[in-house]
């Protein structure tokens, strides 16, 4: 058995959430005079591969602690939904249907593409990818309850869409090109589409329901796409947490493993050596422009 790394580089540069306290790392000590180096982190837990815990957004949920092994790596679907969603556009679930197979009680990995916006990629652009990604509406999320999902996992900065939180007033620019998607797609004003009773729903709705998300996948993402492999996300075993850091894996066999890092080797690198792949960036930059046009 062999690991592949799903998880984004953490560093000073790795966006949080807006708002969100970013890392901040300096030395306390240094090999000279003290024989050793040691660092002192200031950060939030939404920053980089996270893990949204229950009570981030539900008061009696569970900690992160209370997460068991067996909840956090199961076997998982991966999708790729970057042929189909753009800029501001929802996602549905007959569109992961028609990709993967998806099986009650599995982990849920969104590609939506956007890990290709990310800090570290050559088409990094930090407002796509918080602001401008896809994301979901109820019809998601009650074909997600009724498929007793574990925990659901996107490349972007938030499972709910940007448009439906906070966002859409603090980015006044990227909510008026959103509001003309909107009407032109779907024959409604942001407000009519995403209203009040649906604020923040991957948060709000899903989290009482036991199904958490983990934000910001990425990694080599992009040799696993749309298909079925065991997927494990592993936060610290922190009592009290609202959310946590982490790293997010594959599993795959040896043979398999070899195949991939062979395919890996062909495919352009980030500069902190993961795969991607710029026919993605091609297909959301063209769904975007005619979403716009």
């Known amino acids: 058995m062999k690991i592949i790394d799903l998880?984004?580089?953490?560093?000073?540069?790795t966006p949080a959430w807006?708002?969100?306290?970013?890392?901040?790392?300096?030395?306390?000590?240094?090999?000279?005079?003290?024989?050793?180096n040691g660092q002192l982190l200031t950060h939030s837990n939404h920053l980089g591969t996270h893990l949204d815990g229950e009570i981030h957004f539900h008061t009696p949920g569970k900690d992160i602690?209370?997460?068991?092994?067996?909840?956090?790596?199961?076997?998982?679907?991966?999708?790729?939904?970057?042929?189909?969603?753009?800029?501001?556009?929802?996602?549905?679930?007959?569109?992961?249907?028609?990709?993967?197979?998806?099986r009650e009680g599995d982990i849920l990995i969104i590609h939506t593409g956007y890990h290709h916006f990310g800090w570290d990629q050559p088409t990094a652009n930090e407002i796509r990818y918080m602001v401008m990604h896809p994301g979901p509406d109820r019809e998601f999320a009650e074909w997600?309850?009724?498929?007793?999902?574990?925990?659901?996992?996107?490349?972007?900065?938030?499972?709910d869409h940007p448009m439906n939180t906070i966002l859409k007033t603090w980015m006044p620019r990227q909510t008026k090109q959103a509001e003309y998607v909107f009407k032109k797609k779907?024959?409604?004003?942001?407000?009519?589409?995403?209203?009040d009773d649906k604020y923040q729903l991957m948060h709000l709705e899903m989290f009482p329901e036991g199904i958490i998300h983990a934000e910001c996948i990425g990694g080599d993402l992009d040799l696993l796409l749309n298909r079925r492999v065991q997927v494990g996300f592993f936060p610290w075993r922190f009592v009290d947490g609202e959310a946590s850091i982490g790293r997010?894996?594959?599993?795959v066999e040896d043979d398999e493993y070899e195949a991939l890092m062979a395919k890996k080797a062909q495919m352009p690198?980030?500069?902190?050596?993961?795969?991607?792949?710029?026919?993605?960036?091609?297909?959301?930059?063209?769904?975007?422009?005619?979403?716009?046009?």
């Open 7 to 13: 998880s984004i580089p953490l560093g000073i540069g």
């Open 18 to 36: 807006p708002t969100y306290e970013p890392l901040q790392v300096k030395y306390f000590k240094r090999l000279a005079p003290n024989g050793a």
């Open 65 to 102: 602690a209370s997460l068991t092994m067996d909840f956090l790596a199961h076997d998982a679907a991966i999708v790729d939904l970057s042929d189909v969603v753009a800029d501001y556009d929802v996602y549905t679930s007959k569109m992961i249907d028609e990709r993967v197979e998806v």
């Open 144 to 159: 997600a309850k009724a498929k007793k999902l574990r925990w659901i996992g996107v490349d972007c900065g938030s499972a």
């Open 186 to 195: 779907f024959g409604k004003s942001l407000d009519e589409f995403f209203t």
């Open 248 to 251: 997010c894996v594959a599993f």
């Open 269 to 293: 690198k980030t500069k902190h050596g993961d795969a991607t792949n710029p026919a993605h960036v091609e297909s959301l930059n063209k769904i975007s422009k005619d979403n716009l046009s």
